[in-house]
């Protein structure tokens, strides 16, 4: 199925989603009726190295960062589930492609994909490298991905590898599908002083190029900011609302 007819296919709720949004929308949309209101979400599949997900029939978002940046907490914040994806205290936890399904109040279903967390290097080479080729494989060739969540932890900001990674996507072009988007996800914020948050998500925006949302898995800042892009990409837009902040 291509992704013109995916999106028709798309309950209404979604589809009616072309509009740009502005700023000052922003208040009449987080309080309409379900947008942000997550009903259920499950695990669907995983894949390792040498398999496959199962193939695409929603619009797709995929999370990627370096481990230990909090990306587990921010999909389970997203999907208001507290251990629906496992969290752990030691690094490179994930080690597959972990899919999951969200259904909003209003009706609107999306996938979200986890995938491995790059730059921990306490993994044999072959298994790295195995790594590599997954996720590369799927952010290259996956027909309904719409967006990248970039999840980076606030006090570090943007290392090489998220470098790499944003080139990579940026080379990935592929004429079956629309240009995959970026946002990033600033995550930690509740970690540095309120009076400081603004500055730092703007440096982030800055070294990245890429819009971002500061988010907190702890108080759910920037959980709606987060729904907000990533439901105007899924509608068609070509990028989510301007950066986003304390």
Not at 133 to 144: P, Q, V
Not at 193 to 208: G, L, N
Request: charged residues 25%.
């Amino acid at each position: 199925m291509s992704l013109r007819h995916l999106q028709e296919a798309l309950p209404s709720g979604a589809r009616a989603l072309t509009r740009p949004i502005l700023p000052d929308d922003r208040r009449a949309f987080a309080t309409a009726d379900g947008a942000f209101r997550i009903v259920s979400a499950e695990f669907l599949a995983g894949a390792g190295p040498g398999c496959a997900l199962p193939g695409p029939t929603q619009i797709e978002f995929a999370f990627a960062g370096r481990s230990n940046v909090g990306k587990s907490s921010l999909i389970n914040t997203l999907l208001s589930r507290k251990s629906l994806v496992r969290t752990s205290s030691t690094p490179g936890s994930t080690r597959q492609l972990n899919l999951y399904e969200a259904r909003a109040a209003d009706g609107t279903v999306y996938h979200l994909v986890d995938l491995p967390g790059y730059g921990f290097t306490r993994r044999s080479k072959a298994e790295q490298s195995a790594w590599v080729r997954l996720i590369e494989g799927y952010l290259e060739h996956r027909a309904t991905l719409a967006a990248v969540v970039m999840v980076v932890d606030v006090r570090r900001g943007i290392e090489d590898d998220d470098r790499e990674l944003t080139t990579f996507i940026g080379r990935s072009k592929n004429d079956s599908r629309r240009p995959v988007q970026i946002v990033v996800a600033a995550t930690k914020l509740d970690k540095i002083p309120r009076s400081s948050r603004k500055m730092a998500v703007a440096q982030i925006a800055k070294a990245s190029g890429a819009p971002v949302v500061g988010f907190s898995s702890e108080t759910g800042e920037g959980r709606d900011d987060l729904w907000r892009a990533l439901r105007r990409l899924a509608s068609g837009a070509l990028s989510p609302l301007r950066p986003t902040g304390p």
